[in-house]
């Protein structure tokens, strides 16, 4: 078995690599600006909340703002991703709930009418028209 690492006296001995490929250096634009997602996230920190997901995407926001600051871009960015996640799922829970309650909703009323008819059919409660009775 084998337990050679490479160590650092190795590669000074040894002398740098060298390739046989010149290397290529692409020059990009400026990077993209930092969201800090504030406003969604207050929208869903106000709006229903459920398991606080709108406030802890607050509470990054905040956070991508300080970092922005004080001139740490990496975390800013890091921040901001987490933040655009909570808000991701705070607005798929407060759009999913009042849906699936309004969808519940329907369902019930036209259930509902469905055995009231049943039952009015069953014991005759019907009211008799003019043209029955000729």
């Known amino acids: ?3 050679h690492y490479p160590r650092e006296e190795d ?13 290529t250096v692409i020059t990009m634009g400026a990077p993209a600006p930092i969201k800090d997602h504030l406003i969604w ?7 229903l909340n459920l398991f606080c997901l709108g406030f802890i995407a607050l509470i990054y926001s905040i956070k991508v703002r300080d970092q922005k600051v004080q001139g740490n871009e990496q975390a800013a960015r890091r921040y901001a ?8 799922l705070a607005t798929v829970w407060n759009v999913t709930i009042p849906v699936l ?12 009418s469905q055995v009231v008819n049943g039952i009015i059919d069953f014991f005759g409660l019907r009211g008799s028209s003019d043209d029955d009775e000729k």
């Open 81 to 88: 991703k987490k933040a655009h996640c909570y808000n991701m």
């Open 1 to 3: 078995m084998d337990t």
């Open 41 to 47: 996230s207050l929208c869903n920190t106000l709006y």
């Open 11 to 23: 590669t000074i001995l040894k002398g740098p690599k060298k390739t046989d490929s010149p290397s």
């Open 101 to 112: 309650l309004l969808v519940t909703l329907v369902i019930g009323i036209v259930h509902l």
